[in-house]
């Protein structure tokens, strides 16, 4: 055999025990989202609402803006608005850490990113802990938290409501 038909007898080898794609091993029912923490609360946002996370980068201030905008950082080329996500809801300051991340979410033609306090990763919720979620109670999320699910009582937070809230659009002081 030659080189070519080596590998290709491999390939088909390989193939012929590969595992199933991630969307037939997807099942009904479930949904996947991204955990993270904001100041003392921890939400979980779709993972088609957030486009990547991030370290902290330098940040370039923007004078005569809100307090929770915290800057501009420079995201591969593009100038994007980082927001102090526990700032802007609850006015409790995000201390930067080793842990603290930003979750660059797409808004309108641009992106912003959110810096919170940590990122806990993939989380999915299934059918039973919908049903079994209970209403936010706390006025200042009730716009964005549909509902507290599974045991860590995490907040479904929908970043397509954020970030088309007027008051979070409207980031001069």
Same mark, same amino acid.
């Given at each position: ?35 993270? =923490? ?48 526990? =700032? ?42 919908? =049903? ?37 659009r409207q980031a001069a002081a």
């Open positions: 055999m030659t080189p070519f038909e080596t590998l290709a007898h491999y390939e088909r080898l390989s193939l012929a025990h590969a595992l199933e794609s991630p969307s037939t091993l997807e099942a009904p029912g479930l949904w996947r989202g991204i955990g993270y =923490r904001a100041g003392s609360r921890s939400f979980v946002s779709g993972i088609d609402e957030i486009n990547e996370l991030l370290a902290v980068p330098p940040l370039t201030p923007v004078p005569g803006t809100q307090t929770w905008l915290l800057g501009i950082a420079n995201v591969r080329g593009n100038l994007v608005p980082v927001i102090d996500l526990a =700032r802007f809801l609850f006015g409790e300051r995000t201390q930067p850490t080793e842990r603290s991340r930003l979750l660059v979410v797409r808004q309108g033609a641009g992106s912003v990113a959110l810096l919170v306090d940590e990122v806990f990763g993939q989380r999915t919720v299934d059918a039973e802990q919908r =049903r079994d979620a209970e209403p936010e109670s706390d006025p200042r999320l009730t716009r964005f938290v549909d509902d507290l699910v599974g045991e860590q009582r995490l907040g479904l937070f929908s970043m397509n409501r954020l970030v088309r809230a007027p008051d979070f």
